[in-house]
């Protein structure tokens, strides 16, 4: 497995329907909630939380790209983290969404990707951390 801080290979065994570069799975995440965002209906709350998750959202991946060009470990795992932190808002900002606007697989499936990459990126963080160690 090749393998530079956060950008890894996928194992050649790897049969899921979603990207293995943390990269590539930030972006879409970003791409899909703006796109299921833009399907919410137009009154003054919903706009107010949907301005607060499209700004988390967009923001993991951004923290991921500069994390991958990151100038030390500690400048990698720090950004990691804020990745992780915008992941973990975002999800908040989803479950208003499911709990008060609107409910349908499409946003349980939102929920469910930005639980698994809080998970991801908790464990990229903590095996960055270890290497420093």
Request: glycine share 4%; proline share 2%; hydrophobic share 40%.
């Given at each position: 497995?090749?393998?530079k801080?956060?950008?890894?290979?996928?194992?050649?065994?790897?049969?899921?329907?979603v990207?293995?570069?943390?990269?590539?799975?930030?972006?879409?995440?970003?791409?899909?909630?703006?796109r299921a965002?833009?399907?919410l209906?137009?009154?003054?709350?919903?706009?107010?939380v949907?301005?607060?998750?499209?700004?988390?959202?967009?923001?993991?991946g951004a923290?991921?790209?500069?994390?991958?060009?990151?100038?030390s470990?500690?400048d990698?795992?720090h950004?990691?983290?804020?990745?992780?932190?915008?992941?973990?808002?975002?999800?908040?900002w989803?479950?208003?969404?499911?709990a008060?606007?609107?409910?349908?697989n499409?946003?349980a499936a939102?929920?469910?990707?930005?639980?698994?990459?809080?998970?991801i990126?908790?464990?990229?963080?903590?095996?960055?951390?270890?290497?420093?160690?």
């Amino acid at each position: 497995m090749s393998k530079k801080w956060g950008r890894f290979e996928a194992p050649k065994d790897w049969a899921r329907d979603v990207p293995y570069d943390i990269r590539e799975r930030t972006f879409r995440f970003a791409v899909q909630v703006i796109r299921a965002v833009r399907g919410l209906p137009d009154d003054a709350a919903t706009r107010v939380v949907a301005y607060q998750l499209v700004k988390a959202a967009t923001s993991v991946g951004a923290n991921v790209e500069e994390a991958d060009g990151a100038e030390s470990k500690r400048d990698f795992v720090h950004k990691m983290s804020i990745g992780r932190k915008e992941t973990r808002e975002s999800r908040y900002w989803i479950r208003i969404v499911r709990a008060s606007i609107v409910d349908n697989n499409e946003w349980a499936a939102l929920q469910q990707e930005s639980e698994e990459l809080a998970r991801i990126l908790s464990a990229i963080i903590n095996s960055a951390q270890k290497e420093t160690q």
